[in-house]
C-alpha cells in the first residue's frame, strides 16, 4: 500500500514539471545568442523569467505568476551592474522597495521608496543624475512623505548646499517652511497662511542675517506655481543688530494682474539707526524692478529735507522738479536739475 502511494505521488510530481514549458527566444537567426528564457504554463508565463543582453550578461530577471510580474525584479545594464530594483504582489501591483538608477551613471540612484498596492507611501528620497559615468557620489535633491499616491507630510528639498523643509497637505504646501543656507544657518522662514487674495495665495516671509537677527519681513502672494506675483501690506527692513531701517506699506487696491505679470505700489519710508524718517516715496514693482513714482523727499537726521524730486509713471526723474537742500534748510539751487 505504502509502495502504490508513493508512485502515485511521483506519478503526480512529474505530471506537474511536465506542465510547465521551457522558452527561449533568440537574437540571431542560427540560436547562438539567447535573448529570452522562461517558463511557460498553460499557455501564459509562469516560473523564473531572464532577459539577456547579445554578449550574454542578464538584464532583467525575475518571476511571472498567470503572466503577470510578482515578488522581486532586477534589472542590470550591459556591464553587468546591478541596478533597478522593483516588487510587485501577488496581483501584479507595484509594492514594497523600489529602487531606480540614474540612466547616465547606474552606480547612483535617481528615486527610491515604497510603494502599498500600486501607490507612493511613506518616504521616497530623489538624487541628482549625475552624468559623469565614474562618479559614485550620491547627491540628495528631495525627500517627500507620501499617502496613497499623494504627497502628504514632512519634506525636505536640496539644491547647491542649501536646504528647505516643510509640511505638505493633499499636494499643497502648508503652514511653516524653513530655508537653510550653505552654512546649514536659517536664511529664510515661510508661513502659508491658506488665505488668498483673487488668484493668489498668501505667504509671510522672513529672512534672516547670517547672525540670526532679522533681516527683512513681508507678506507675499503666490501664484498655483508658488512663485512670488506681488507683495502686500507691511515690508520691513533691519539692519544686522536688529533696528529698522526701512519701511514699504503696499497697497492692496495698486495690485493688477497683466498677463500674469502683477503691477503693485506703496508708500516707502526709510530711517535712521535713530529711527528718525530719512526717506519718503512711493515705490511701484512693474516687470521685474521697483522704482519710484511720484514725489520723493530725503530728509536730515534734524528733520530737514535733504532733498526732493518728481518721478513720471515709468520712474524717470521729471526735468525740472529735483532740488538738493542744505542741512540747515535752505535749497542748493546750484543743484537743480
Same mark, same amino acid.
Given at each position: $500500500?505504502?509502495?502504490?502511494?508513493? /508512485?502515485?505521488? $511521483? ?16 537574437? +540571431? ?9 522562461? =517558463?511557460?504554463? *498553460? ?19 525575475? !518571476? ?10 532586477? /534589472?542590470?545594464?550591459?556591464?553587468? /551592474? ?18 531606480? =538608477? ?10 527610491? #521608496? ?13 538624487? &541628482? ?31 547647491? #548646499? ?16 524653513? &530655508? ?5 544657518? $536659517?536664511? /529664510? ?29 513681508? *507678506?507675499?502672494? =503666490?501664484?498655483?506655481? +508658488? ?13 544686522? !543688530? ?15 494682474? =497683466? ?61 525740472? !522738479? ?16
Amino acid at each position: $500500500m505504502k509502495n502504490l502511494i508513493l /508512485i502515485a505521488g $511521483m506519478t503526480f510530481c512529474f505530471s506537474a514539471i511536465g506542465q510547465q514549458k521551457l522558452t527561449k527566444t533568440f537574437y +540571431d537567426a542560427r540560436q547562438t545568442k539567447i535573448k529570452e528564457e522562461y =517558463h511557460t504554463a *498553460n499557455g501564459v508565463k509562469n516560473g523564473t523569467y531572464k532577459e539577456f543582453s547579445e554578449y550574454g550578461g542578464v538584464l532583467r530577471q525575475g !518571476t511571472y505568476k498567470n503572466d503577470i510580474r510578482v515578488g522581486t525584479w532586477i /534589472i542590470t545594464d550591459l556591464k553587468g /551592474i546591478s541596478s533597478d530594483t522593483e516588487n510587485f504582489n501577488m496581483s501584479g501591483e507595484m509594492e514594497g522597495k523600489w529602487i531606480k =538608477h540614474c540612466p547616465f551613471n547606474r552606480r547612483i540612484k535617481l528615486v527610491e #521608496g515604497y510603494y502599498t498596492a500600486g501607490k507612493r507611501n511613506g518616504i521616497w528620497s530623489e538624487y &541628482e543624475c549625475e552624468s559623469d559615468p565614474l562618479t559614485t557620489k550620491q547627491i540628495l535633491k528631495s525627500k517627500e512623505t507620501y499617502s496613497a499616491g499623494e504627497v502628504n507630510g514632512e519634506c525636505e528639498y536640496f539644491s547647491n #548646499g542649501e536646504r528647505r523643509t516643510g509640511l505638505i497637505k493633499k499636494g499643497q504646501k502648508t503652514g511653516e517652511w524653513k &530655508e537653510y543656507n550653505q552654512s546649514g544657518k $536659517m536664511a /529664510i522662514t515661510f508661513y502659508y497662511t491658506g488665505n488668498t487674495f483673487g488668484p493668489y495665495s498668501l505667504k509671510n516671509v522672513i529672512v534672516y542675517y547670517n547672525n540670526g537677527k532679522i533681516a527683512a519681513k513681508r *507678506n507675499a502672494l =503666490h501664484n498655483y506655481q +508658488d512663485v512670488m506675483q506681488a507683495k502686500l501690506g507691511e515690508e520691513l527692513y533691519y539692519d544686522t !543688530t536688529g533696528v529698522l531701517e526701512a519701511k514699504i506699506v503696499w497697497n492692496k487696491d495698486s495690485i493688477t494682474d =497683466h498677463y500674469n505679470d502683477a503691477y503693485f505700489s506703496g508708500s516707502y519710508e526709510e530711517y535712521y539707526p535713530s529711527l528718525k524718517l530719512g526717506i519718503k516715496g512711493t515705490l511701484r514693482f512693474e516687470r521685474g524692478r521697483e522704482f519710484f513714482v511720484g514725489e520723493k523727499i530725503a530728509y536730515y537726521e534734524n528733520g530737514n529735507k535733504k532733498s526732493e524730486g518728481k518721478y513720471d509713471r515709468n520712474g524717470y526723474l521729471i526735468t525740472g !522738479t529735483y532740488i538738493e537742500y542744505f542741512e540747515t534748510g535752505e535749497p542748493n539751487e546750484k543743484s537743480r536739475k
